[in-house]
Nanobody, 116 residues
């Protein structure tokens, strides 16, 4: 069984930076994709950024140029968030999709709050 544990959220002023980390446990088979989603109060969960096991990345238009997604050889996932805005305030979730079998896993979420 795969578990995903996020960390790194917190309160930051507009213009500041945070780095989110998602540490997986268990065996993760390739090919796969990992990503960060976020959900603000009263809104649907949305994709922020994703990265495949081949290191191909994709970003939401709202974060391009400000956020950077990366992963290491242990499949630890990172999201470097710069130039944060109040509209980035949300609970951020780590996600893993394993292609063979179509398995999806979610972390418990970490709160990011950006004050103006």
């Amino acid at each position: 069984q795969v578990r995903l544990v996020e960390s790194g959220g917190g309160l930051v002023q507009a213009g500041g930076s945070l780095r989110l980390t998602c540490a997986p446990s268990g065996i993760i088979f390739s090919p796969n994709g990992m990503g960060w989603y976020r959900q603000a109060p009263g809104k649907q969960r949305e994709l922020v950024a994703e990265i495949t096991s081949g290191r191909t990345t994709n970003y939401a238009d709202s974060v391009k140029g400000r956020f950077t997604i990366s992963r290491d050889v242990k499949n630890t996932l990172y999201l470097q968030m710069n130039s944060l805005r109040p509209e980035d305030t949300a609970v951020y979730y780590c996600h893993l999709h394993v292609v063979h079998g179509g398995f999806d896993y979610w972390g418990q979420g970490t709160q990011v709050t950006v004050s103006s």
